[in-house]
C-alpha cells in the first residue's frame, strides 16, 4: 500500500479519433514521487495517451476514466488541466509565428499563479524567474525575445519545453520523446533540467524509445504499449532487457498471453 | 441617373467645376457601375444603394482627431478644413498645388478611367468642389511626418480627394486616417505619384461607427527607382471598398503592400488591388489579410499585370483569411496575368480557422482558450499594424483592434 | 534567350491526325431549328422522354447568351452555319465488328486505335465515335460478363432507356450553361458507362472520338453511373483532320457516384489546333462535371489537354455524399494562336469532403492559356479541405500565362489553400542538360515533363507516355 494518495489515475481508457479507436482499455496510476516510463513501437498509441491525458481535442474518450488528484479530468478543458498541474510536454512543439515567447511563457506562468493563489508576476518579476530558470536548461536568454519555438533547432525546442516545466512546477509532467533528436551534451542538459524540477511531490511520465534517457534519469515503472495496451510493467531493468532483445521480444509476449 | 440628379441639385454647389462636368458626363452614359462586372459582382447591393442614400453636405462640423499630436514637427492637415498647408523650411517644401495643374494633373487621370473600375474615383470627383480637394507638392529632406485627415459627419455623404506629387529623392512617412461617422458615406479618393528615387512609408487607417460607408479608392504611380511601403487598416464600416491601383510606369520600382480588413456584425468590407508593371525589374511582395466574424463578408480581389515588357519581375502576393464564424463569408480572388517570361511570379492563398495546433498548445500551458486566441490574432493583426508609420507609438491601433475583437 | 535559332531551326513534325477519310455520308441539311432537332430525335428513333428533354433545352438555348467572360478572343460562331447531323453510311444493322465499313477500321487503325477482333487492344474496351455516330464497342461480351454496361448512348437510350431517363442532365443540367444547352438540344452520340453495385471494371474503358468532317459539329454525350462500391477507370482521346475552318464541339460529360464508388476519368484532347497563323481548329466548349453522390465517393479528372484552336473547360465535382473525394490534375499546352481557358470548380457541399487541384499550364508562342477554378466551401461542408496548386511555365515572351483562381468559404471549420507560380526553363537547368550530352531539343522535352510529373503520374499508364510524346511533339520548335 502507498502512503500518499495517487497524483494520476488512467482507469481502462478506450479512445479514437475520427471513429478511428487508438487506446484499447489502458490503466496506469502514479505516485508521488515516481517516475515512469512508457515504451512501444510508433504507432502504438503512447503520444496520443499523453494528448489524451493533456486534453486534445481530437480525441474521443470512449472508455474509462482519468483522474487528476482524485478528480474525473474527462472533461475538463486543456488550459484548466494545465492551470491545475498537468504538463505535457510536446514530441514536435509547435511553432507560433508571431507570438513572443516571453510573452507566452508570463501568460502561461500567471494563469498557473493564479490558480495556486500565487501573485501574478508583472514582466520586470517574471524576467527575474524566467533569468533564473533559464539556468537549468543553459538557455541563452535571447531566445526569450523570438516568436515561439519558431526557427528553433530540434534540440532548442526541447529545451524550451523543459523551461516551461520549470515555470510551471507540474504536479505530473507527461514528456512525450524529449530525448529524440537530441545530442549526447543536450540530452544531459535536458535530463538534470527534469530532475532538478522534480521532486517528491512530483510525478514524471517519460514517453521514450530509447534507454540512453532512462540512463540518465532511472524510472520506478517501465510499461511496454502495443496496440493501445499496456502489455508488460516491469521495473528499469525491463527497459534493459527492451535495449537488449529488441520490440520484437515483446511480440513474442503478446502471443504467449 | 439619381445621383447624377443629386449631385447636379445639390444646394451647397454653386457651379460646378470644370472636373465635376467631365465626371458626370462620364457618368451620364452609365451613372451606376455594372453590378456583373468583375470589380463589382460580390458588392452587396442594398450596402451599395444605402451608401447613395445620403445627401452631400459641405458644411463639415468641428472634427475630432481621435489620438493627440504628441511631437510638434508633425505635420497634420484635414482635408476640407482651411488650414495652413505652406511650409518653407530650409531643409523640405510642403506646397499646395496651384488649381490649374491640379486640373491639369486630374483630367490626365481621368482619361485613363475605366466606368467600372473607377467609379468610385469618378463619383468622388464629380461630388467634390474645390475646397475639398488638396493638392501637395512635396520636395526636400528629413521632412517631418504628415497625418492627412479625412471625415464624414452624421448623415451626410462627403467626399474628399488628396492628390501628393513626390517630388525626386524625397522620403516621407504619411498617415492618411478616415473617419467615418454615425450613417455617413465617405468617399475618399487619393492619388500619389513618386518621382525618381522617392519613397513613402503611407498608412491608410480606416475605421467607423455605426453604419459607416466608405469608398476608398487611391492610385499611385510609381516611377523609376522609387519604393512605396502601403500598411493598411480598414474595419468597423457597415460597407466599405478600398480599391488600390499602382502602376509602376517604368518599373524599375519597389512596392511592399501589407493590408488588412476586418468585418463583424453584418460587415462587409472589401479589398480590390491592381499592380500594372510597366516596366522591367519590378518588385511586389502584397500580403492581405482578412478577418470575418459573425454574419460579415470579406473580400479580396488582386491581379497583378505582366506585359511583354515587364522582364525581371518579381511579384508575390498572399491571400490570408480567417473565418471566425459559421455565418461569415470570405471571397478571395489573387490573379496573375502574364506574358514576360523572365519573370518570378506567384501568388497563395488560404482561408481557415486560427490554428488549432498552436491554440492547443497554449492552452496546455494554462492560458485559456480566449487568451490564446487573442494571443494569434495579436501576432496576426501585428504583422500588419507592425508596417502602418507614424501610428505606433503614440496610438495604440493593436490594443484598439484587440479589445473589439 | 536561348539558342534561338537553334531552336527555330529545328523542323516541325504536322499534325500526325490530319488526314481526311473518304467515305460517304449522310448528312443533314445546315442550320438549327425545332425540326432539325425533331429530325435528329426521329433518326435516332428516340423515345418520346428525350425529344422533350431537347426541345426544352432547344428552346432554353434560343433564350441564352453566348458567355463571353472568358479570357477568350474568337470569330463569332455562326450556329445557322453548322451541320448537326453527320454519319458514315453503313447498312442499317450490323451485328459484328466484322460488317463495319473497313475505310472506318483503317481510320481508326491509322489512329491507332484498332478495332478488330485479331489486332484490338488487350486491355482496353474501346467505344469509337466516328462524327455523329458510334462505330463499334469492343469487348462488350466480356464486360457484360460483369454486369458492366459499355455502349453508345444511342444503343443505350434503346436498351436502357430507364437509366438514361434517371439520369441524363442530373448533373449538368439542361440550362446549365449556352454550350450545355446546347448540346443537349442535339447531341448525337457518345458513350454510356453503368458499372453495378461492387464491381470493380476488370479492364479500363476509353472512347475515341472522331472527327472527320469539316462543316459538322460534333456534340457528344457521355454518361457514366457508378453504382454503391464500385470503380471505373475511363479514357478519351479526340483527334480531328486539318481544315482551314474552324470545327465546333460542345460536348457534355456526367459522371455520378454513388457510396463508395470511383471513377476516374481521362482525357488526352489533340483535336487540330489549327497552322500557326491561327487558321483552322476546332473550337472546344466542353462542360464535364461529376457527382460525388455517395458517402466516400470519388471523383478523379486528369487531363492533358494540347490540341483545340480554343478550349474552354472546367471539368468539376460537386461533393455532396459525406468524406467523397474530387480530384482535379490537368496539363494544359497551348502554342502558335491557341486558346486554352481550362480549370475546374470543386463545390464543397457534404462534411469531411476533399480536393485537390493540381494544374500545369505551359504557354507558348502567341497562345494565351488561363487557369480559371472556383473552390467553394458551403455552410455544411464542416471538416472538408481544398487544396490548390496551380503553376505556369512560359516559352517565348509572346504567350501568356493567366491565373484566375475563384475561392470562398461559408464555413469556418475548412481549409481552403491555393498556391500558384509562374516559371520559365532557366538557362542553368538547360546548360546543365547539356553539359551532360543531352541534345537541346530533348533536355526542353525533359524539364517539360519534369514539370508535368504530377500530374503525369495520375494518368493511366498507357495514357502517360503518349502524353509526354505529344508535348515534346508540340513543343518542338517553340523554344527560343
Redesign the interface.
Known amino acids: 500500500m502507498k502512503e500518499s494518495d495517487p497524483i494520476l489515475e488512467v482507469e481502462n481508457l478506450s479512445a479514437s479519433t475520427d471513429n478511428l479507436p487508438i487506446l484499447k482499455g489502458v490503466s496506469l496510476t502514479v505516485y508521488p514521487g515516481e517516475i515512469h516510463a512508457i515504451m512501444g513501437r510508433n504507432g502504438c498509441g503512447k503520444s496520443t495517451l499523453s494528448k489524451i491525458i493533456a486534453g486534445h481535442p481530437s480525441y474521443n474518450i470512449t472508455n474509462g476514466d482519468i483522474k487528476f488528484l482524485g478528480e474525473n479530468i474527462n472533461s475538463l478543458e486543456p488550459e484548466d488541466r494545465a492551470q491545475s498541474g498537468i504538463f505535457l510536454g510536446f514530441q514536435y512543439p509547435i511553432e507560433i509565428p508571431g507570438v513572443s515567447n516571453l510573452e507566452f511563457l508570463r501568460v502561461s506562468t500567471n494563469a498557473r499563479r493564479k490558480f495556486l493563489n500565487k501573485e501574478e508576476l508583472d514582466t520586470f518579476d517574471f524576467e527575474e524567474l524566467v533569468k533564473e530558470k533559464l539556468e537549468i536548461v543553459k538557455m541563452d536568454h535571447a531566445f526569450l525575445s523570438r516568436s515561439v519555438n519558431q526557427g528553433f533547432s530540434g534540440g532548442e525546442k526541447k529545451r524550451n519545453e523543459i523551461l516551461q516545466m520549470a515555470l510551471l512546477e507540474p504536479k505530473i509532467a507527461i514528456l512525450d520523446e524529449t530525448d529524440s533528436g537530441l545530442d549526447i551534451d543536450a540530452l544531459r542538459i535536458v535530463a538534470s533540467g527534469i530532475k532538478k524540477i522534480s521532486n517528491a511531490q512530483t510525478g514524471i511520465i517519460l514517453i521514450t524509445h530509447y534507454q540512453r534517457l532512462l540512463d540518465e534519469i532511472k524510472p520506478n515503472y517501465v510499461h511496454v504499449m502495443s496496440d493501445g495496451q499496456i502489455i508488460k510493467t516491469g521495473d528499469s531493468n525491463l527497459a534493459l532487457k527492451l535495449e537488449e532483445k529488441g520490440y520484437e521480444w515483446t511480440d513474442n509476449f503478446i502471443k504467449e498471453t | 441617373m439619381e445621383i447624377i440628379e443629386k449631385i447636379k441639385t445639390n444646394k451647397s454647389i454653386d457651379n460646378l467645376t470644370e472636373i465635376q462636368k467631365i465626371c458626370l458626363n462620364k457618368l451620364q452614359s452609365s451613372p451606376l457601375p455594372n453590378p456583373k462586372s468583375e470589380q463589382w459582382r460580390l458588392s452587396n447591393k442594398s450596402k451599395f444603394s444605402n451608401f447613395l442614400n445620403y445627401s452631400v453636405n459641405e458644411k463639415d462640423p468641428i472634427f475630432d482627431i481621435p489620438f493627440p499630436k504628441t511631437s510638434q514637427s508633425t505635420i497634420r492637415l484635414v482635408i476640407g478644413d482651411n488650414c495652413q498647408t505652406n511650409f518653407i523650411e530650409e531643409n523640405f517644401s510642403i506646397k499646395q498645388i496651384s488649381e490649374d495643374k491640379l486640373v491639369k494633373y486630374i483630367k490626365e487621370q481621368i482619361s485613363y478611367f475605366d466606368q467600372n473600375e473607377n467609379w468610385s474615383d469618378l463619383l468622388n470627383l464629380s461630388l467634390n468642389c474645390t475646397k475639398n480637394i488638396l493638392g501637395l507638392k512635396i520636395n526636400g529632406s528629413e521632412i517631418p511626418p504628415i497625418e492627412i485627415f479625412s471625415h464624414a459627419s452624421s448623415n451626410s455623404l462627403n467626399a474628399k480627394t488628396l492628390v501628393i506629387f513626390l517630388e525626386k529623392n524625397c522620403d516621407i512617412d504619411l498617415l492618411q486616417v478616415n473617419l467615418g461617422k454615425d450613417n455617413s458615406s465617405l468617399s475618399q479618393s487619393t492619388f500619389l505619384c513618386l518621382e525618381e528615387n522617392s519613397s513613402i512609408n503611407h498608412g491608410v487607417v480606416s475605421y467607423g461607427e455605426n453604419k459607416s460607408n466608405l469608398l476608398n479608392s487611391l492610385n499611385v504611380i510609381q516611377q523609376n527607382n522609387s519604393e512605396y511601403n502601403l500598411g493598411s487598416l480598414h474595419f468597423k464600416f457597415n460597407y466599405a471598398r478600398f480599391e488600390i491601383r499602382i502602376k509602376q510606369s517604368k518599373g524599375n520600382a519597389k512596392t511592399n503592400i501589407k493590408g488588412m480588413q476586418i468585418t463583424k456584425k453584418d460587415e462587409q468590407i472589401s479589398t480590390f488591388t491592381k499592380i500594372d508593371f510597366h516596366g522591367p525589374n519590378g518588385f511586389l511582395d502584397q500580403i492581405n489579410k482578412s478577418l470575418a466574424d459573425d454574419k460579415s463578408h470579406a473580400i479580396f480581389e488582386g491581379s497583378i499585370i505582366v506585359p511583354?515588357i515587364a522582364?525581371k519581375t518579381d511579384a508575390s502576393q498572399l491571400s490570408r483569411?480567417l473565418?471566425?464564424?459559421?455565418l461569415?463569408?470570405?471571397?478571395?480572388?489573387?490573379?496573375?496575368?502574364?506574358?514576360?517570361?523572365?519573370?518570378?511570379?506567384?501568388?497563395?492563398?488560404?482561408?481557415?480557422?486560427l490554428?488549432?495546433?498552436?491554440l492547443?498548445?497554449?492552452?496546455?500551458?494554462?492560458?485559456?482558450?480566449t487568451?490564446?486566441s487573442k494571443?494569434?490574432l495579436?501576432?496576426?493583426f501585428?504583422?500588419i499594424i507592425s508596417f502602418i508609420p507614424v501610428s505606433q507609438d503614440r496610438w495604440d491601433l493593436l490594443d484598439k483592434l484587440l479589445n473589439e475583437n | 534567350m536561348v539558342n534561338e535559332n537553334l531552336v527555330k531551326d529545328v523542323v516541325k513534325e504536322p499534325y500526325k491526325y490530319g488526314f481526311v477519310t473518304d467515305i460517304e455520308t449522310e448528312k443533314i441539311a445546315k442550320g438549327l431549328n425545332e425540326d432539325i432537332v425533331r429530325l435528329i430525335s426521329q433518326k435516332k428513333e428516340e423515345p418520346k422522354f428525350l425529344l422533350d428533354f431537347r426541345l426544352k433545352a432547344f428552346k432554353k438555348w434560343q433564350k441564352m447568351k453566348e458567355p463571353d467572360w472568358a479570357a477568350l478572343g474568337y470569330k463569332k460562331i455562326d450556329y445557322q452555319d453548322i451541320i448537326y447531323y453527320s454519319a458514315p453510311k453503313q447498312k442499317e444493322k450490323i451485328s459484328s465488328l466484322d460488317e463495319v465499313d473497313p475505310k472506318l477500321l483503317e481510320t481508326f487503325d491509322k489512329l491507332g486505335i484498332p478495332l478488330t477482333e485479331q489486332k484490338k487492344l488487350t486491355n482496353v474496351a474501346v467505344d469509337a465515335v466516328f462524327d455523329s455516330v458510334s462505330i463499334a464497342t469492343t469487348f462488350r461480351e466480356e464486360l457484360a460478363e460483369h454486369g458492366v454496361i459499355f455502349c453508345s448512348i444511342s444503343e443505350a437510350v434503346k436498351n436502357h432507356s430507364d437509366l438514361i431517363e434517371k439520369y441524363l442532365g442530373t448533373v449538368v443540367p439542361a440550362s446549365d450553361n449556352y454550350f450545355a444547352a446546347l448540346n443537349s438540344a442535339v447531341f448525337s452520340d457518345g458513350s454510356f458507362v453503368y458499372i453495378p453495385k461492387g464491381v470493380t471494371c476488370p479492364m479500363d474503358l476509353s472512347s475515341y472520338f472522331r472527327i472527320n468532317s469539316g462543316d459538322s459539329g460534333q456534340f457528344e454525350r457521355t454518361l457514366i453511373i457508378a453504382e454503391e462500391s464500385s470503380s471505373v477507370s475511363y479514357l478519351e482521346g479526340c483527334t480531328a483532320p486539318m481544315f482551314d475552318t474552324n470545327t465546333l464541339h460542345a460536348a457534355v460529360v456526367e459522371l455520378i457516384a454513388l457510396d463508395d464508388a470511383s471513377i476516374k476519368y481521362s482525357t488526352v484532347q489533340n483535336w487540330y489546333a489549327g497552322d500557326e497563323e491561327g487558321i483552322g481548329g476546332i473550337f472546344n466548349f466542353v462542360t464535364k462535371r461529376g457527382k460525388c453522390l455517395g458517402k466516400r465517393s470519388k471523383i478523379s479528372w486528369s487531363q492533358v489537354e494540347t490540341g483545340s484552336a480554343i478550349t474552354w473547360k472546367y471539368p468539376s465535382c460537386l461533393l455532396l455524399g459525406e468524406e467523397s473525394v474530387g480530384e482535379f490534375y490537368s496539363v494544359a499546352l497551348t502554342n502558335n494562336l491557341q486558346q486554352a481557358d481550362t480549370g475546374t470548380k470543386m463545390i464543397h457541399i457534404g462534411p469531411k469532403t476533399k480536393s485537390t487541384i493540381v494544374s500545369k499550364g505551359i504557354s507558348a508562342g502567341k497562345s494565351i492559356n488561363s487557369y480559371r477554378g472556383l473552390v467553394k466551401m458551403g455552410t455544411k461542408a464542416t471538416g472538408s479541405r481544398n487544396y490548390s496548386q496551380c503553376d505556369s511555365m512560359l516559352i517565348g515572351d509572346q504567350a501568356s500565362a493567366n491565373t484566375f483562381p475563384y475561392i470562398k468559404s461559408q464555413q469556418p471549420n475548412s481549409e481552403i489553400e491555393h498556391e500558384a507560380s509562374t516559371c520559365r526553363i532557366s538557362e542553368d537547368q538547360l546548360f546543365y542538360l547539356q553539359s551532360r550530352g543531352i541534345e537541346f531539343e530533348e533536355a526542353v522535352s525533359m524539364m517539360v515533363s519534369g514539370f508535368c510529373r504530377d500530374v503525369f503520374n495520375q494518368l493511366p499508364m498507357e495514357f502517360a507516355a503518349e502524353a509526354d510524346k505529344l508535348l515534346a511533339l508540340k513543343l518542338e520548335g517553340s523554344v527560343g
Do not use: W
Open positions: 511583354k522582364q483569411n473565418l471566425l464564424s459559421n461569415a463569408q470570405i471571397d478571395t480572388k489573387p490573379q496573375l496575368e502574364i506574358i514576360a517570361d523572365d519573370v518570378k511570379c506567384k501568388h497563395g492563398a488560404t482561408i481557415s480557422q490554428n488549432e495546433e498552436e492547443f498548445y497554449m492552452r496546455t500551458r494554462g492560458i485559456t482558450l487568451e490564446a494571443l494569434q495579436s501576432s496576426y501585428q504583422e
